[in-house]
C-alpha cells in the first residue's frame, strides 16, 4: 500500500476487539513517532503509554471516548522546550509538533494494523491534575488505541470531502 491509499483508508477506529498490541509492533510505532519532524528538533513531545487497568479506568471517567481500548497514548508538550518564535511573542510551535508526532505514529500503527483514534473530547487540566502530570506538560491529546474488532467500521462521514478548490487557495 502506497502513502496516498494508506491515508484514504485509515479511519478513526471507536472499536477494538480486546487484543493487545504487541512489544515489537508497538516499539516500531513509537520510533515512528520518535523521528517525525518537530521545531528545531527539539522533541518537546512526551507519549505516555496507558495499559494499566487503573490507569484506564480514570481515563474512562475524564472522557467517554476511549472506546475499550487496552491501550491509550496520552501526548503532551513540555512547554519548556518547544521551540519560540523570537519574531512574535507568544508564537510556539509545540501543539503542532506534538501534532505531527501524533500523526506520525496514527499512520505507522494503520500500516502495521493497529487502528487508532484522535481524541480531544477531554478536559486537559482534569487529566493533568488526575495523573499527577509535572506542571510543564499540557495535554494536547489521547489515542485510544488496538486491533479494530471485526465489526468495526469509520462514520458515515468519512468519505465525504469538500471539493479541493474550497480548500486550496493559490496566491
Not at 513517532?33 to 528545531?40: D, L, Q
Not at 513540555?78 to 505531527?100: A, F, M, R, Y
Not at 486537559?124 to 495535554?139: D, Q
Request: negative net charge.
Amino acid at each position: 500500500m502506497n502513502f496516498s491509499q494508506l491515508a484514504q483508508k485509515r479511519y478513526s477506529v471507536r472499536k477494538f476487539d480486546g487484543r493487545t498490541i504487541e512489544p515489537d509492533t508497538m516499539n516500531q510505532i513509537l520510533q515512528t513517532g520518535n523521528v517525525a519532524p518537530t521545531g528545531c528538533n527539539y522533541q518537546p513531545q512526551r507519549i505516555y503509554v496507558i495499559e494499566n487497568p487503573e490507569k484506564l479506568e480514570l481515563l474512562n471517567k475524564l472522557s467517554k471516548c476511549i472506546f475499550g481500548a487496552k491501550t491509550v497514548l496520552l501526548f503532551t508538550l513540555n512547554t519548556d522546550e518547544d521551540w519560540k518564535n523570537p519574531l512574535e511573542p507568544g508564537v510556539h510551535s509545540g501543539v503542532q509538533d506534538v501534532s505531527i508526532v501524533a500523526t506520525h505514529i496514527m499512520l505507522q500503527a494503520w500500516e502495521l494494523g493497529v487502528g487508532t483514534c484522535w481524541v480531544n473530547y477531554f478536559s486537559p487540566s482534569a487529566l493533568e491534575k488526575t495523573l499527577e502530570l509535572p506542571a510543564n506538560e499540557k495535554a494536547v491529546l489521547l489515542m485510544p488505541m488496538g486491533y479494530p474488532a471485526e465489526d468495526s467500521e469509520p462514520l458515515k462521514l468519512h468519505d465525504e470531502y469538500k471539493d479541493i478548490s474550497e480548500t486550496v487557495r493559490f496566491i
